[in-house]
């Protein structure tokens, strides 16, 4: 500490009285915006700090005086004095300094400017250690005093302990805060409604607590000396203290701010981080966290939000888990075991630890932590700096570990056994373990031999009456409900009947099989199902949570009487108001999202029943706006223990008979539905509609029934009528959307969609009925989102998985679109339209015998009749040249089906494929295509004696033809034969296009060929780029000089909008107009790389992108200049393809043949690519 001290001194100004400037020499000076921060403080300086001969000169009084020191000027010897925990003395005009009566040596003087003095910050840092740190970028100096902040491991296992060494402060399961005094063990309830993030800070407990229904930032006083404070009125998820700072996150944000320890300043510092509870740590001026930004990698950044960079160098997510001195430690999203560390000064992680820990905290010199183990879990203590590991305690196979704390002496381990938290206490070596356990109501025992009588009792109870008020009041407004209730077990017979205001009464009757209620005015009972939790029992009365529990016995106080006892007390009672709200009958407290506090009256006899119950609640708001005097006040009177006798009205016996009845309709007419016998099941649901008149499915299916026949404005209003009597069913409302889209209205739809989420944010239906919206519109990205949405509700649900893949198809994703097929496959074994998108997103990859196989498993499915898989498994066999084989099946799919017009077509071209000579085959792919063909004299006498050798042309025979007919500054028509096309053939797609994210913001494609599939793949890696619009995109096409011009229009839809992206002229003025689709990839800007040798397909995509797009540079030198396309001629059989001119190409009427293409940044020299590149990323 007096090191430190010695340290801060020097740096910081002292304000002096008359104190007589040096004469500086200005040469040597140089005036900065230079700012310090001391204690990640930043202080403020009425002279500024300044550059003197490459020093950083700072006044010192500032920043002692910010660290509580003394500073005295003497004016006679012109010296300053500054004491704390030592004495420091520093003389004006002098290299000398004395630390403590230590002469301590300055390479520049302390020098006066001003009325201040002024010195070295370096000088100090380097010749004494201190933790003084100098961000060139910024021209700032961080000075600190404690850089390692010790409790970041009790906060990041969950806050929920802390200790100042006299007292343990701990937050219990139902949000109670409790001190333990570690010499007398007394506890003490301390405060309610705490959640976590416990900070002990000078007087102070620091934490996150509940304030109205909302997470705010809380402190009491340790000596009880005042009351709650609220330090941050707003949402908080997370906080973290250190250096007088309060560190936050509000609720659902993505910013840290940081406000002072009373709350009265507040400053934004981070965005774009996961500042959720656990994932983020303040260490040493810097923040630790998860940039969203940046796909979720591990970032840091000063605690002013500047210098943010990267701190691991490896494409794997992590998570991070713990922070020391010297490393940050990290375990892997994607579940692969293991814990890692990396050096604070970031780099590649290092596995230090075999198994991922469930939980773990550290001290400086040891790991805590639970690992699992064959037999279940184990608390290991494991060295920092080597492998030495100690096994101090084993936990109980059903255990889950939940965190770990640690004091200078002692282990605080959670767990979670059964439905209970417990806490655990050891020695730091695993001894003297013990429970901990919560003792601090005064009448504690008492209440809980009382609580363990009553709970005897009523457990054996059968039955009994209660008569139940409930007074509603808000502000001036009061309305009472009351309810008669009467339950006898052996009978498995529940009655209640509910007298309301605005005559909401309501009468009820559960049995072994299902619960019936009925309105006055109503002629049947509503029947349904009973689900475990309606099954009548005592136990899930409100009479059956009084039991000896922790909280209640903690928070209730004892009054003994001649006839029985008084329990009464008032506080948050967690538990117990949980099982209030998970009672049914209790359901008026289910409209409030908090309950702020609860008064207990409860009277019991001698007998240990409970007679009376007087229950008050103050409740807070959904909105966690106060509500003015608002309580919910429950009075239960009740008697007949044992004696209740019930008998179920002959009106329910009736409704029970009239619904077997409709039962028995809907499920005729469902059978008519599923045959297509749309009328007749109609009629079906109709009856049962008569029949019973709360058969609401019956009105459900009957809008099915019009939906499928297109009946859709039928179908609506069928619906209409069901949201008459159940307005809160979100699921045909979503239906109701399904018809407007199908009408033609993808407005209404879409506004259908939002309200059903707006009201439940897990419908599927709706998030499917959105996705199709979107799909409609052709915007497949948001269209995926949605349908991924509904999946991730149910993964069942076969509509959205099926619009999901056909969604990826759409877009190009073909290798996520199998993926996502071959899991659907799981769920939905053989379903026809799934593999059919998978054999198709096969074949459009060129994995033709991949596709073969997925058409034939669906031929398995009905081999006798699917003509459509035969004719597309003809059609693969076609591809690879396997004419016999592909005959096979089209002439199966024939004898089915002959006038299907795919097959058609098909069997025409096999004709030709089959009986047409290979000589006649490529000449007359060439007559028919070739852009430059002149039938001259030489022309055709060449075609005659080719034609004329039959099968017995040789490779050297087409090499002769081509050369004939090849115009003369035709340079892109040529043949590939021998081990070119062996190579060629075994090339893959990612051969041709290789992506590689260079940095956070830039991403680099060089495309070497435009051969089959690189349009596709090219696609594929554009849609895998997450945050696009954030980030620069290179594409490299230096000496790509051909290629298909077809997969450089693939490459265009990807990037561009909707637009008219080229068209292609043929031989004979045929035109064909290509077009790119609404959805694409955006980049924030665009460079494109060419050289002299970069032509055809590569000038294509060069110029398409400039055209159509803003913020496209094309870098280096004017392109060849061939703006023609080609297409393939490729003979598996004899070995050898053919790349044919076949057409020139436009864009926006602008062809470039001849000419080439003018850049708009020129390179001359290859070696000044990455410094033209460089700047205009700059710019």
């Given at each position: 500490m007096k090191k430190v001290f010695a340290v801060l001194l020097l740096l910081i100004s002292v304000t002096i009285i008359s104190v007589p400037s040096l004469a500086l020499d200005d040469s040597y000076v140089v005036k900065d915006d230079i700012k310090v921060y001391v204690n990640d403080t930043l202080?403020?300086?009425?002279?500024?700090?300044?550059?003197?001969?490459?020093?950083?000169?700072?006044?010192?009084?500032?920043?002692?005086?910010?660290?509580?020191?003394?500073?005295?000027?003497?004016?006679?010897?012109?010296?300053?004095?500054?004491?704390?925990?030592?004495?420091?003395?520093?003389?004006?005009?002098?290299?000398?300094?004395?630390v403590d009566e230590k002469r301590v040596v300055m390479d520049v003087p302390a020098v006066g400017l001003d009325g201040r003095i002024f010195v070295p910050v370096r000088f100090i840092s380097e010749a004494l250690g201190a933790d003084v740190e100098w961000d060139n970028n910024t021209k700032t100096v961080y000075i600190n005093e404690n850089t390692y902040n010790e409790d970041i491991g009790n906060v990041l296992n969950g806050g929920k302990y802390a200790t100042d060494s006299v007292w343990n402060y701990y937050i219990l399961q139902d949000g109670v805060l409790v001190g333990e005094n570690n010499e007398t063990k007394i506890q003490e309830k301390i405060a309610e409604h705490a959640v976590c993030g416990l900070h002990i800070l000078d007087n102070w407990i620091y934490y996150i607590g509940v304030d109205n229904g909302i997470q705010k930032i809380m402190r009491v006083s340790k000596d009880g000396s005042s009351q709650k404070e609220i330090v941050v009125d707003e949402p908080v998820q997370s906080m973290q203290i250190l250096n007088g700072w309060i560190y936050y996150s509000p609720s659902d944000s993505g910013t840290l701010y940081r406000a002072s320890t009373d709350g009265t300043v507040t400053e934004k510092v981070l965005e774009d981080g996961d500042f959720s509870d656990k994932n983020w740590f303040v260490q040493n001026s810097f923040i630790y966290y998860k940039n969203v930004a940046k796909g979720g990698a591990i970032y840091c950044a000063r605690i002013n939000g500047t210098g943010i960079r990267n701190l691991v160098y490896d494409s794997n997510k992590y998570s991070l888990k713990l922070i020391d001195e010297k490393y940050i430690y990290l375990v892997r999203d994607d579940g692969e075991k293991g814990f890692y560390r990396v050096p604070l000064t970031g780099g590649i992680p290092e596995k230090i630890m075999g198994e991922t820990p469930l939980c773990i905290n550290s001290d400086r010199y040891w790991f805590y932590a639970a690992v699992k183990t064959n037999n279940g879990s184990s608390l290991i203590k494991r060295i920092k700096n080597g492998n030495e590991t100690y096994t101090i305690n084993e936990y109980k196979e059903s255990d889950t570990p939940k965190s770990i704390y640690l004091s200078d002496s002692s282990i605080y381990y959670s767990l979670v056994r059964g439905t209970e938290e417990m806490v655990f206490q050891m020695s730091l070596y695993g001894q003297d373990i013990k429970a901990m356990s919560w003792i601090y109501g005064k009448d504690?025992?008492?209440?809980?031999?009382?609580?363990?009588?009553?709970?005897?009792?009523?457990?054996?109870?059968?039955?009994?009456?209660?008569?139940?008020?409930?007074?509603?009041?808000?502000?001036?407004?009061?309305?009472?409900?009351?309810?008669?209730?009467?339950?006898?077990?052996?009978?498995?017979?529940?009655?209640?009947?509910?007298?309301?205001?605005?005559?909401?009464?309501?009468?009820?009757?559960?049995?072994?099989?299902?619960?019936?209620?009925?309105?006055?005015?109503?002629?049947?009972?509503?029947?349904?199902?009973?689900?475990?939790?309606?099954?009548?029992?005592?136990?899930?009365?409100?009479?059956?949570?009084?039991?000896?529990?922790?909280?209640?016995?903690?928070?209730?106080?004892?009054?003994?009487?001649?006839?029985?006892?008084?329990?009464?007390?008032?506080?948050?009672?967690?538990?117990?108001?949980?099982?209030?709200?998970?009672?049914?009958?209790?359901?008026?407290?289910?409209?409030?999202?908090?309950?702020?506090?609860?008064?207990?009256?409860?009277?019991?006899?001698?007998?240990?029943?409970?007679?009376?119950?007087?229950?008050?609640?103050?409740?807070?708001?959904?909105?966690?706006?106060?509500?003015?005097?608002?309580?919910?006040?429950?009075?239960?009177?009740?008697?007949?223990?044992?004696?209740?006798?019930?008998?179920?009205?002959?009106?329910?016996?009736?409704?029970?008979?009239?619904?077997?009845?409709?039962?028995?309709?809907?499920?005729?007419?469902?059978?008519?539905?599923?045959?297509?016998?749309?009328?007749?099941?109609?009629?079906?649901?109709?009856?049962?509609?008569?029949?019973?008149?709360?058969?609401?499915?019956?009105?459900?299916?009957?809008?099915?029934?019009?939906?499928?026949?297109?009946?859709?404005?039928?179908?609506?209003?069928?619906?209409?009528?069901?949201?008459?009597?159940?307005?809160?069913?979100?699921?045909?409302?979503?239906?109701?959307?399904?018809?407007?889209?199908?009408?033609?209205?993808?407005?209404?739809?879409?506004?259908?969609?939002?309200?059903?989420?707006?009201?439940?944010?897990?419908?599927?239906?709706?998030?499917?009925?959105?996705?199709?919206?979107?799909?409609?519109?052709?915007?497949?990205?948001?269209?995926?989102?949605?349908?991924?949405?509904?999946?991730?509700?149910?993964?069942?649900?076969?509509?959205a998985c099926l619009n999901m893949a056909s969604t990826l198809f759409n877009m190009g994703s073909y290798t996520k679109c199998v993926n996502a097929v071959e899991e659907f496959l799981k769920r939905f074994p053989n379903n026809r339209d799934l593999l059919l998108i998978k054999a198709t997103s096969l074949s459009k990859q060129g994995k033709t015998e991949q596709a073969i196989e997925a058409y034939k498993q669906i031929l398995s499915l009905d081999p006798a009749n699917d003509f459509v898989a035969m004719t597309y498994i003809a059609l693969e066999y076609e591809k690879l040249q396997e004419f016999d084989k592909a005959q096979e099946y089209a002439d199966r799919a024939k004898s089915v089906y002959p006038n299907y017009s795919l097959l058609v077509y098909l069997l025409e071209k096999l004709e030709y494929e089959r009986f047409t000579l290979s000589g006649q085959k490529i000449v007359n792919f060439i007559k028919d295509y070739y852009l430059f063909y002149n039938e001259t004299d030489e022309v055709v006498?060449?075609?005659?004696?080719?034609?004329?050798?039959?099968?017995?042309?040789?490779?050297?025979?087409?090499?002769?033809?081509?050369?004939?007919?090849?115009?003369?500054?035709?340079?892109?028509?040529?043949?590939?034969?021998?081990?070119?096309?062996?190579?060629?053939?075994?090339?893959?797609?990612?051969?041709?296009?290789?992506?590689?994210?260079?940095?956070?913001?830039?991403?680099?494609?060089?495309?070497?060929?435009?051969?089959?599939?690189?349009?596709?793949?090219f696609n594929e890696y554009m849609q895998s780029i997450e945050k696009p619009e954030d980030k620069i995109l290179i594409i490299d096409l230096r000496d790509n000089g051909s290629g298909l011009t077809d997969e450089a229009g693939i490459m265009l839809d990807a990037l561009l909008p909707e637009c008219f992206t080229s068209y292609y002229i043929e031989r004979g003025g045929y035109i064909t107009t290509n077009q790119s689709g609404k959805s694409s990839v955006k980049f924030s800007k665009t460079a494109i790389l060419v050289n002299e040798n970069s032509a055809?397909?590569?000038?294509?995509?060069?110029?398409?992108?400039?055209?159509?797009?803003?913020?496209?540079?094309?870098i280096g030198r004017q392109t060849m200049g061939k703006g023609v396309g080609q297409i393939i001629y490729n003979d598996l059989n004899r070995k050898y393809a053919l790349f044919l001119v076949n057409h020139y190409w436009n864009v926006l009427e602008k062809n470039i043949h001849g000419t080439g293409i003018n850049v708009d940044i020129t390179v001359e020299n290859d070696a000044d690519f990455t410094k033209a590149v460089n700047e205009f990323i700059k710019q």
């Open positions: 202080i403020g300086f009425d002279v500024q700090p300044f550059f003197y001969k490459n020093r950083t000169m700072v006044p010192i009084r500032g920043v002692f005086e910010a660290l509580g020191a003394a500073v005295e000027w003497d004016n006679y010897t012109k010296t300053v004095e500054v004491t704390k925990s030592v004495r420091v003395r520093v003389q004006l005009d002098s290299h000398v300094a004395m504690y025992y008492r209440v809980r031999d009382i609580l363990s009588n009553v709970q005897t009792r009523h457990n054996a109870l059968i039955g009994f009456a209660s008569l139940q008020m409930t007074t509603i009041r808000t502000g001036e407004t009061t309305s009472t409900i009351i309810n008669e209730i009467k339950l006898n077990n052996a009978q498995s017979l529940y009655y209640q009947k509910t007298k309301a205001e605005n005559n909401n009464d309501l009468e009820m009757w559960i049995d072994k099989s299902y619960v019936y209620s009925k309105k006055p005015d109503e002629d049947h009972w509503s029947i349904n199902e009973i689900d475990k939790s309606d099954k009548p029992s005592v136990n899930i009365a409100v009479l059956g949570l009084f039991r000896p529990t922790q909280e209640l016995c903690n928070n209730l106080t004892v009054i003994e009487q001649e006839d029985g006892y008084i329990l009464y007390g008032n506080g948050t009672f967690k538990h117990f108001i949980q099982g209030l709200l998970q009672d049914k009958r209790n359901g008026l407290l289910t409209m409030f999202d908090y309950i702020d506090n609860l008064e207990m009256r409860v009277s019991i006899n001698k007998d240990y029943y409970i007679e009376q119950l007087d229950l008050k609640l103050k409740l807070g708001s959904s909105s966690g706006m106060p509500q003015d005097d608002s309580i919910i006040h429950h009075q239960y009177i009740n008697s007949q223990f044992n004696s209740v006798y019930l008998n179920l009205p002959y009106s329910v016996r009736q409704s029970l008979n009239a619904k077997e009845k409709a039962d028995s309709n809907i499920k005729f007419g469902l059978e008519k539905l599923n045959e297509s016998k749309y009328q007749e099941a109609i009629q079906y649901f109709d009856a049962a509609l008569a029949a019973y008149n709360k058969s609401y499915d019956a009105y459900y299916y009957k809008g099915n029934a019009y939906y499928r026949q297109g009946k859709y404005e039928e179908a609506i209003l069928i619906y209409d009528k069901y949201l008459e009597l159940e307005p809160d069913n979100f699921d045909i409302l979503a239906y109701k959307g399904l018809c407007y889209l199908e009408l033609g209205d993808s407005a209404k739809a879409e506004e259908i969609a939002n309200e059903v989420i707006k009201a439940d944010n897990l419908n599927r239906i709706a998030y499917n009925l959105l996705g199709l919206v979107y799909f409609q519109r052709k915007e497949f990205a948001d269209s995926y989102k949605m349908f991924e949405k509904a999946v991730a509700i149910d993964k069942n649900y076969y509509d006498k060449a075609i005659s004696e080719f034609i004329n050798k039959g099968e017995a042309y040789t490779i050297g025979d087409i090499v002769k033809l081509i050369e004939a007919i090849k115009s003369s500054d035709d340079d892109l028509t040529y043949l590939l034969t021998g081990s070119d096309y062996a190579s060629y053939m075994k090339r893959k797609a990612d051969s041709s296009v290789t992506v590689r994210q260079q940095d956070d913001n830039t991403v680099y494609v060089k495309i070497s060929d435009f051969s089959p599939g690189t349009g596709v793949l055809s397909a590569s000038e294509l995509l060069a110029l398409g992108l400039r055209t159509h797009l803003d913020n496209v540079a094309i």
